[in-house]
């Protein structure tokens, strides 16, 4: 596509519920970024793959959240017994990734804000 | 990684010339200054990017002395819609392969008519 794609862009649940965000990178983007934004913060850095591998995931902030990545395109971001501090707008984004083409710019979905009641 | 430090928040007025600037005092050598613009609801957008000297596009100009422990987003002329979140990023994101890339609070900028 044109851009980075997210869905859903809103998703309402309830406390204990499993929910999973999804991302479609801009194509050939090798690179695809997850962040999570709170009211009235910056983009909080979760976990980034490169290609299908997790290069880095030091910001999922405990085991309920799991990024995959299988094919090295779509990623889907999950969230296991989800809890009211998880309410936040999910960024996801992409870039070329490889050295070479890449130039540090990081092309940003809209975002998922996931409420949980 | 470097850390950034930027004003929380600006205000200013249409017309006007804004400069935010950002400190990086542990910046590394390889290490490029990226500025990101956020509107309300949307993701962040990049402005530009810059290593040493002056950099301008369209949109804005970057100024990085010579010591690169600090940068200035200069907005040239800003009008209502220049009302966002300015975030400064430092780090390797120029031209390796891809890294991690951390953003900090931001600079809420506020345009008045």
């Known amino acids: 596509g044109a851009g980075v794609s997210q869905t859903p862009s809103n998703k309402v649940t309830e406390k204990g519920k499993y929910v999973e965000l999804r991302c479609d990178p801009i194509?050939?983007?090798?690179?695809l970024y997850w962040y999570r934004q709170s009211l009235g913060q910056g983009p909080e850095f979760l976990i980034y793959?490169?290609?299908?591998?997790?290069?880095?995931d030091s910001g999922l902030p405990n085991d309920r959240f799991f990024a995959v990545r299988p094919e090295g395109s779509v990623s889907t971001l999950k969230i296991q017994r989800t809890e009211r501090g998880d309410s936040a707008v999910y960024l996801c984004?992409?870039?070329?990734?490889?050295?070479?083409?890449?130039?540090?710019?990081?092309?940003f979905g809209e975002g998922s804000r996931l409420t949980v009641l | 990684l470097a850390k950034t430090t930027q004003p929380i928040s600006m205000d200013s007025y249409e017309g006007q010339e804004v400069n935010i600037t950002c400190s990086h005092n542990?910046?590394?050598?390889?290490?490029?200054i990226t500025w990101y613009q956020q509107f309300p609801s949307q993701g962040p957008r990049f402005i530009i990017q810059?290593?040493?000297t002056k950099v301008t596009n369209e949109v804005a100009s970057l100024f990085i002395p010579a010591d690169r422990k600090s940068s200035t987003l200069s907005l040239p002329r800003v009008s209502l819609s220049d009302t966002a979140v300015y975030y400064c990023?430092?780090?390797?994101?120029?031209?390796?392969?891809?890294?991690?890339?951390?953003f900090g609070s931001g600079t809420r900028l506020s345009i008045r008519p």
């Open positions: 793959f490169q290609g299908t591998g997790a290069a880095d």
């Open positions: 810059g290593y040493k």
């Open positions: 990023l430092v780090g390797d994101g120029g031209y390796s392969s891809a890294s991690k890339i951390i």
């Open positions: 194509s050939g983007h090798t690179a």
């Open positions: 542990n910046i590394a050598t390889n290490d490029y």
């Open positions: 984004a992409s870039t070329p990734g490889l050295a070479g083409t890449n130039t540090g710019e990081l092309f």
